[in-house]
């Protein structure tokens, strides 16, 4: 529960929210976890079960497509079962008063399914297969047939994911560097801040004067950092915030 000094807080970052238009976003596994999407480093998180470099690498690619087709596919099912949670429509909500951004390490889509247009995917989206040849995105069918094929050029298509080893989308990290730039209160939730670019687009926020609130169970490196960190859920962070 909040003691008074974090209730103070809870307050002026309230108020803080209210009075702020330019808002940028970050969104990790934890926001989708709640949705029963599993995450990738924690207790019962993937890579405690696989191993990266045998499913989300092009080397693994190269070697196995059809190996890490299934995986994505399996991936691509789980996501299809879930539903966005509360705390993805809370954000869909804010974005309807505000000049929101939001930008997720999330491949699962579910930002979109709550209602949020504003979207910037850093890691790419595991509903979508890209081709290897011509770059087109088709978007995976329920029961669609391994590997998938492009259905403009019909050239093999793979995964539209960032994987290990792979650079960020560039035009999609510079969208989100100017988000966080101009941002006057940026949100981070349910990512431990580890994995760049979460703390450096964090930190660019804070040089440039914004207001950081993070949202995560655990402390991560960025909280000492933040202006405000609830530590909770990403569903019962967002309420709290919104006072509702
Ligand atoms: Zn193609």
């Known amino acids: 529960m909040l003691n008074l000094s974090s209730l103070k807080k809870l307050q002026e970052a309230r108020a803080k929210l209210h009075t702020s238009q330019k808002i940028a976003v970050l969104t990790g596994a934890g926001i989708s976890q709640e949705s029963g999407i599993p995450t990738f480093r924690g207790q019962g998180g993937l890579w405690r079960e696989y191993r990266a470099e045998d499913l989300a690498t ?16 399996m991936r691509f099912h789980t996501v299809l ?43 790419g989206n595991i509903t979508l297969s890209r081709c290897e040849r011509c770059l087109h995105l088709d978007e995976l069918k329920e029961n669609f047939s391994l590997p998938p094929f492009c259905s403009r050029c019909h050239a093999r298509a793979r995964p539209n994911v960032v994987w290990f080893g792979e650079a960020l989308p560039q035009a999609i990290f510079g969208q989100a ?3 966080f730039h101009n941002a006057e209160l940026a949100l981070v939730i349910g ?40 530590m909770t859920t990403a569903s019962q962070g967002m309420q709290l915030l919104l006072g509702k």
């Open 58 to 73: 092009p080397e693994a690619y190269a070697r196995d497509p059809l190996l890490v087709w299934e995986w994505y596919q």
């Open 177 to 179: 560097v100017e988000a």
């Open 191 to 230: 990512t431990s801040a580890v994995v760049e670019p979460a703390a450096s687009l964090a930190l660019l926020a804070k040089e440039q004067g914004a207001y950081l609130i993070e949202i995560n169970p655990e402390p991560t490196p960025l909280s000492p950092l933040v202006n405000f960190s609830l």
């Open 81 to 123: 079962r879930a539903e966005p949670n509360s705390a993805h429509y809370a954000l869909a909500e804010l974005e309807k008063t505000k000049d929101l951004i939001l930008v997720s390490q999330n491949v699962d889509g579910l930002h979109k399914r709550a209602g949020s247009s504003r979207i910037l995917e850093l890691h």
